[in-house]
């Protein structure tokens, strides 16, 4: 397994641009994760999905925020019309249905910087 | 609503001690707990899983229990080094019958000195 992977690593954006995230999940993980993480707190669950159905979103996805994965293989995040609280570490994470463990593998996250 | 606490925030040890970091939960009612390692500016990297069926899991010089009935779980790192230095979180999932979310502490920043 190559591991998650996320594109861009690093992102600066002036604020009111759109910016778009992709994660690569580990092959053969249907089951998709977003979290955001600022400065000295924990990551926190954005959405979740199993395959190409997006299950659980927080209701810290605002309107702003949409997340897709159209064919059960990589995802993207969308961010609309940035605001300077969007600044985070935005990581993805992939496990597999096919573990009851349902152990979620961490991708390196990417570095949003709005100015 | 469940909630995480990981307890010290910081800890700075020399080299060669054994530690212990500690995590607790308000509500029982979970699936699994994880401990995660985190390096500055880095993404994640699993530690232990522990299902909820279980008392403790160990990997190498690592040892996590869970207590559910408690709400405590514990990581025991023996004989520490610089390389340990890192912040280290744990998480819980399946609060509230979720498929998905996992629930964060804010983790214990650890330094190794040698």
């Known amino acids: 397994d190559t591991g998650v992977s996320q594109d861009p690593r690093h992102k600066i954006t002036k604020r009111g641009q759109n910016v778009t995230f992709r994660c690569d999940p580990i092959?053969?993980?249907?089951?998709l994760y977003w979290y955001r993480q600022t400065l000295g707190q924990g990551p926190e669950f954005l959405t979740y999905f199993q395959n190409e159905a997006q299950l659980e979103k927080s209701r810290l996805l605002s309107d702003r925020f949409s997340a897709e994965r159209p064919k059960g293989s990589f995802s993207t995040l969308e961010i609309q019309r940035t605001e300077q609280g969007d600044s985070a570490m935005y990581l993805c994470?992939?496990?597999?249905?096919?573990?009851?463990?349902?152990?979620?593998?961490f991708g390196p996250g990417t570095r949003l910087t709005v100015t | 609503k469940q909630e995480v606490t990981q307890i010290p925030a910081a800890l700075s040890v020399p080299e060669g001690e054994n530690l212990v970091l500690n995590c607790s939960f308000t509500d029982s009612a979970i699936y699994n707990l994880q401990w995660f390692r985190q390096d500055p500016g880095k993404g994640l990297t699993s530690l232990l899983l522990?299902?909820?069926?279980?008392r403790e899991q160990t990997s190498g010089r690592l040892n996590a229990s869970l207590d559910k009935s408690s709400g405590r779980s514990t990581l025991y790192i023996a004989a520490s080094q610089p390389g340990d230095s890192a912040t280290y979180l744990c998480a819980v999932g399946g609060y509230g019958g979720s498929q998905g979310n996992l629930i964060f502490g804010k983790g214990t920043k650890l330094s190794v000195k040698p």
């Open positions: 994470a992939s496990s597999s249905r096919q573990t009851v463990s349902r152990e979620q593998y």
């Open positions: 092959s053969e993980h249907n089951r």
């Open positions: 522990i299902q909820s069926s279980q």
